[in-house]
């Protein structure tokens, strides 16, 4: 059982929320509150903060906790804020996790260590190391991209005192409807694929945490609206749409593309760090007309707002 404070009330859309720098590809913190107060203004339910959609990987670590500290003093507690604080090193997540707790953070959240395929018995270890080291809850982060972990691992880590949730960033939806369903209410699953949320709803996920959530938030609302009130149908009908738009985003680079679509229409939230590409205006000049020819009200809705 989870001894530290109930996450419970973390619910909803929760964007994984960009990261700001300036051209120079330096921290931006003024953009970074303008991303929140856009976001919040919009009605989304909480932030995950540098994660993997705020390439937080690419960060040192200073600017990991300069960006979390300014993200979660200018939220002011209006809504909750997860900071991912995962990293190879224990020591280092850890750091991490304490200045998490410092600042004031509802919630942290870490992707299992990779790059050294380390064993499920070291794994098991690094989670519950970050746990004891601070009061706040653990939101296990599963992502192909630091290797899926299995189901049992995944149950063997709910054992550990601390770990309140996970975010499941996976298709394979049985799996985490059979985690919901064997680890019980008061534990907290998030779906984390943008193009199967109402799926991972139907699943039985408590929460969307995802990329896309930046910059059409109206899109997710509405699917995640719909599903609180079982209209299921309507629900994929709007997500039939989010998809086609995700799609041809990634074929492009998401990361990049949401940067720039996000900055085409008036939240400036500067431009993505290397390695990642920056779109070229061919390529936005496609983005554009691709949203322009969907004819779907809220994506109208967005579209409207290009410079």
Known sequence: MCSKPNIRHITGVIPAMLSTFDEQEQLDLKRSGLLVEHLIASGVHGLYITGSTGEGFLMTIEERKRFAQEVVQRVNNRIPVIVHVGAISTKLGIELAQHAQAIGADAISSVPPFYYQYTPDEIFRYY???????????????????????????????????????KFTGTQHHDMALLKERLGPDFMVYSGCDEMATQGLL???????????????????????????????????????????IVEAVRYGHFGVIK??????????????????????EVMDRMWAFIDGMHDQLLMDFASHKR
């Open 128 to 166: 519950e190391d970050l746990c004891s080291s601070v009061d706040l809850p653990m939101i296990v982060y599963n992502i192909a991209l630091a290797t899926l972990m299995g189901n049992d691992l995944v149950l063997r880590l709910a054992t550990i005192d601390g770990v309140c949730g996970l």
């Open 203 to 245: 699943a039985g996920s408590d929460g969307l945490i995802g990329s896309f959530y930046n910059i059409i938030p109206d899109v997710f609302l509405k699917i995640y609206d719909l599903c609180q009130k079982g209209c299921y149908t309507q629900a994929m009908e709007v997500q039939r749409h989010a998809t086609r738009f």
């Open 260 to 281: 720039q679509l996000l900055t085409d229409s008036g939240v400036d939230v500067g431009p993505v760090r290397r390695p990642f590409n920056r779109p070229s205006q």
